[in-house]
């Protein structure tokens, strides 16, 4: 894996949320044109005791990690349909069953500043394709990309690296 590139210390304007990458399988997913943000709630447990006044005391309970959505244009790479079709194949499921036999993989998204350098990068654990779009909606009368999308389920996420800052580089 890449190490990330440093980044400057001076910087006081946010990234912008268009240069991105997504990987799997050591490769990038060519025509990523969106992905949903990363997300994960913890549920509170409150309990008193017998002996408190009204008051409820809080602690962590269990943790869930949100969907992520990836969108594509459509081309004749079927990166996502072979990807869904490991837990769901219409030719599988005549035969009897399905195999789920690689249907994990781990992600990693990488967001990169506007000279295309690694700034951030996410590592998505045990993600599989909950849906699958194989196609957005015909219309004759549009003028617009056709996108295939698929949805999926993980079991976790985490910034990777701290990169060094680096007082000569800016956004700009």
Excluded at 60 to 84: C, H, K, M, Y
Aim: contains cysteine; glycine residues 6%; proline residues 5%.
């Amino acid at each position: 894996m890449a190490k990330l590139q440093p980044v400057g210390s001076n910087i006081i304007f946010p990234y912008k949320n268009f240069r991105f990458q997504v990987k799997w399988d050591n490769d990038i997913v060519a025509g990523v044109s969106k992905v949903t943000g990363l997300k994960w709630t913890t549920e509170v447990v409150s309990h008193r005791e017998g002996n408190d006044p009204s008051t409820a005391r809080h602690s962590p309970g269990r943790t869930s990690f949100e969907p992520i959505t990836l969108e594509r244009g459509i081309t004749v790479d079927q990166t996502f349909i072979n990807w869904a079709n490991l837990v769901w194949d219409t030719r599988n499921a005549t035969l009897g069953g399905i195999s789920l036999a690689g249907f994990k993989k781990n992600i990693t998204i990488e967001l990169m500043n506007t000279q295309a350098v690694i700034v951030r990068r996410y590592s998505v654990f045990n993600a599989w394709v909950s849906s699958c779009t194989g196609q957005a909606d015909l219309d004759a009368n549009a003028n617009a990309v056709l996108i295939e999308s698929i949805v999926l389920q993980n079991e976790g996420w985490q910034l990777e690296g701290d990169p060094a800052p680096d007082p000569t580089a800016s956004e700009f």
